[in-house]
């Protein structure tokens, strides 16, 4: 799925991505003296707190407005444009972190080879990323408007797997799977009333490439009238969230 990213938007109005991503930060607990790999590192907020705890972390991403504004944010570290399907380093990493990112590689595989690749023997990979129903209401809602108002056919989903389906992957390239969750995240989005057009124009603003205006308005208001009674809750759009939590340890190459 190709993106085009608004790292600006993305830092003001979308916060919650990096924010959300604490959790799994504590989950990789990084140390003083560590090499550490930020997968999709984005803006670079999370690899700012890797770098906090006094590891030496690199942080990679495909989008070049993202690694502008991470090194123009944190000069003190390394940032550097590539695709996490397509990578290598000469030398390991202690672990291997990747927070809300990894959903958007459709190579998968090559990125868990390439990231296996990057471990130690003993490393640690720890991430987080869309899992098996992720916004699923959305993305039928935004789907069927589109084909229906516009005659399209689209999918506003992107890789999102199960336990089974990521853990047969990390497992046949030498990873071992010491903790797998997948759970339910309904999560708030912001600017109020305008919350949910805002996502869609960030995250699945391709989908309108090339639409006059007036018909995408017609589509977002469709996919709002169909939302609105489950997903706008005392005044604030919710995404339908589902996150696959993973924790693992390289034990082969």
């Known amino acids: 799925m190709m993106k085009r990213w608004d790292a600006g938007a993305y830092d003001q109005k979308h916060s919650f991505v990096f924010q959300y991503g604490e959790g799994v930060f504590a989950l990789l607990a990084p140390k003083a003296g560590e ?85 130690r023997q003993g490393g640690r990979f720890v991430i987080e990323m869309g899992g098996k129903g992720n916004i699923e209401r959305i993305a039928v809602a935004l789907d069927s408007a589109i084909e229906d108002l516009l005659g399209r056919r689209v999918s506003a989903r992107n890789y999102f797997p199960g336990i089974s389906e990521y853990s047969t992957l990390l497992e046949r390239h030498g990873l071992e799977v010491r903790a797998a969750h997948l759970f339910d995240r309904l999560t708030e989005l912001e600017e109020g009333e305008a919350g949910l057009r805002r996502w869609i124009e960030m995250f699945r603003g391709h989908l309108f490439d090339g639409v006059d205006p007036d018909n995408k308005e017609a589509v977002l208001e469709r996919v709002e009238r169909e939302l609105r009674e489950s997903l706008f809750l005392d005044g604030n759009w919710y995404a339908d969230y589902r996150r696959l939590r993973i924790t693992a340890i390289k034990i082969a190459d």
């Not at 705890?53 to 070049?64: P, T």
């Not at 123009?72 to 390991?92: C, M």
């Open 35 to 119: 090499r550490i790999l930020d997968v999709g590192c984005g803006t670079g907020h999370l690899t700012k707190q890797i770098a906090d705890a006094g590891a030496s972390v690199v942080g990679l991403d495909a989008s070049a407005d993202m690694i502008e504004r991470a090194r123009a944010s944190y000069p003190g570290i390394e940032f550097i444009l590539g695709d996490a399907a397509d990578f290598e380093f000469d030398e390991p990493f202690d672990a291997v972190f990747s927070n809300a990112a990894l959903h958007w590689v459709e190579r998968a595989e090559d990125a868990v080879i390439c990231m296996s690749r990057a471990l």
